[in-house]
């Protein structure tokens, strides 16, 4: 269980600081790179971009840990967490893309995967304690 505990934490590391890096380098660039990949006519999905790849980085620091559940035999609570995500993007879409179009669809993604990203942390935390124990003391 020590390598198990000590392999998850890396990659949590790791996969945290290139996710950020990620969100911070397409919020600084993503008005140059969209019009120059997809033409002018796109500069408007830009707005809708900026807030998109907010999700990626939730989405991704949420991936360790929900192959951690898998890993450790605790699928149940990785099938939890993802079937309460569909019915918060379900839900989210609903409320929020009359009021916001794309947008709207752009910010219910992002609380998704907030949600989804939360659940598979503190069910990693919980119910995989070791791991759990070392990582709120660091």
Known sequence: LGKFHNFIYGNAKFIFFVSLAI?????IFSSLFIPLIYGDDYQESVKIFNILVYSSFFLYNGAIFGAGLQAAHKQKYYLFAT???????IIGNLFLIPLYSARGAAIATVITEICVSSLLFISFIKFVPKYGERILRE
Not at 23 to 27: D, G, N, S, V
């Open 23 to 27: 969100l911070i380098f397409f919020q």
């Open 83 to 89: 079937f309460f995500g569909v019915i918060v993007n």
